[in-house]
């Protein structure tokens, strides 16, 4: 009898592939809400995370009184891709400034915007709209029988383009 079943090997798979940096669709915690000031912020991030919950977003927020930087460098350790600060400007104009993991750039965004922007993400495992539209023309092309000669040069480009973009989303 083996030590370890299919799933259990399958899963050990994924987690030396990603090497605990998972995609966003398949993080335990897929976004960090931190607080620049528990007294002052807690209350917008605790708005936050509930309409987060309502979309199944898996969360962590982190009211320890740390320092930010610490909150944000530990985050980043944990793998977590998406992490949300939160301070004077978020709350007084209801917007998240969002860095995703393995980036040191941010970008501020509305928490609508936020929300959509992470659902379309999950939805679509990561994979970019112009990603899935090669993907679908590829398979038509293969499965149609056509009387037209196909540009192999052409087709090989766009599979190889399809094979980089899904490398950078793992």
Do not use: C
Not at 53 to 72: A, M, S
Not at 75 to 102: C, F, H, M, S, W
Not at 133 to 157: A, G, P, W
Request: proline share 2%; aromatic share 8%.
């Amino acid at each position: 009898r083996a030590l370890f079943g299919s799933l259990e090997r399958f899963i050990g798979i994924l987690i030396e592939h990603y090497a605990g940096a998972f995609p966003t669709w398949l993080a335990p915690v897929q976004v960090k809400l931190i607080p620049v000031n528990n007294e002052y912020h807690l209350d917008f991030v605790n708005k936050v995370k509930e309409l987060l919950l309502q979309k199944n977003i898996r969360l962590e927020v982190d009211e320890r009184d740390e320092k930010l930087g610490y909150k944000i460098r530990e985050a980043q350790t944990k793998k977590i891709p998406y992490q949300l600060v939160v301070g004077d400007n978020e709350v007084q104009n209801n917007l998240l400034t969002v860095r995703k993991y393995g980036s040191k750039e941010t970008e501020t965004l509305s928490v609508e915007d936020f929300i959509k922007n992470l659902n379309e993400e999950i939805k679509t495992l990561g994979i970019k709209k112009s990603l899935i539209s090669d993907m679908t023309n590829i398979i038509k092309l293969i499965y149609k029988k056509s009387e037209h000669e196909i540009d192999v040069q052409k087709e090989f480009n766009i599979i190889t383009k399809i094979l980089r973009s899904i490398l950078e989303v793992g």
